[in-house]
């Protein structure tokens, strides 16, 4: 009897450490139980209500299904399964990925967000917190090293010092802190960034000659003054966001999912507004 109270023991603490991951049953109602305390879902799971496409034009490719996965005859792209309607619906920006950003009716500025997301092989997308500032979504699997455009990349401005990239078609999560010009993001569990001030950071070569040059034409506050130090292309950014993301200053803004650069799958997407603002 000791031995067997001794095993469930370690199993517990096999889970807490992430050692061993819970079921994706055990996943969803855990996404249910976190709904309350503050918590607000963003997806319904039956459509995109409460979203609105930032390139209203763009070829539709956002479908909502029950589940995902990779097409055995091209592992760049996702297939749909089933027609969602629940509250573990995912939400697809499928066939070849390559429609309209979507982001959320309301804006926000404090918040914690918390989503899960899949990717084929290849493909690339990202979370643009506020609108603004871009954590990348990206299959990097196997890449030894990560880099500014790789995934869990504050885009262009820090990167994660360790891959937690899991393969194309395997559910991953992001869990994002935004807090005045603070960022936080735990990947898969792990912290990579902890109270990260978005307006510093470092970048590559070719990042920081683009970025000087686009200096001309920004108004003061949105101008960078980056210098290179060591062979490192370091300093501040200014006050709007990363590459690609809406114009202007830092202030509340949407969250914004990119949907123009290949498949991606989403599911559990919920936010918990932190106050002030």
Known sequence: MASRVFHWRAFAVAIG???ILPSSRALSQQARRTNIEGWRPLFNGKDLSGWTFHNPKAKKVWVVC???RLDPADPARLIPEGRGGTPDAVLLCGDDGRGSDIMTSDNFYN????????VPKGSNSGVYNRGLFEIQIFDSFGKPKLGFHDCGALYERAYPSENLSKPPGEWQRYDITMKGKKLSLVWNGKTVFQDHDVR???????AFERLKQENAGKPPELQVKLEEKDGKYV???GEGGTRSGMPGPDRPGPILLQGDHGPVAFRHIRIRPLGDH
């Open 17 to 19: 450490l992430g050692l």
């Open 66 to 68: 029950d589940e995902v």
């Open 111 to 118: 918040y914690e967000l918390h989503l899960e997301f899949t």
């Open 200 to 206: 510093y950071g470092e970048t590559d070569k070719e």
């Open 235 to 237: 300093g501040f950014f």
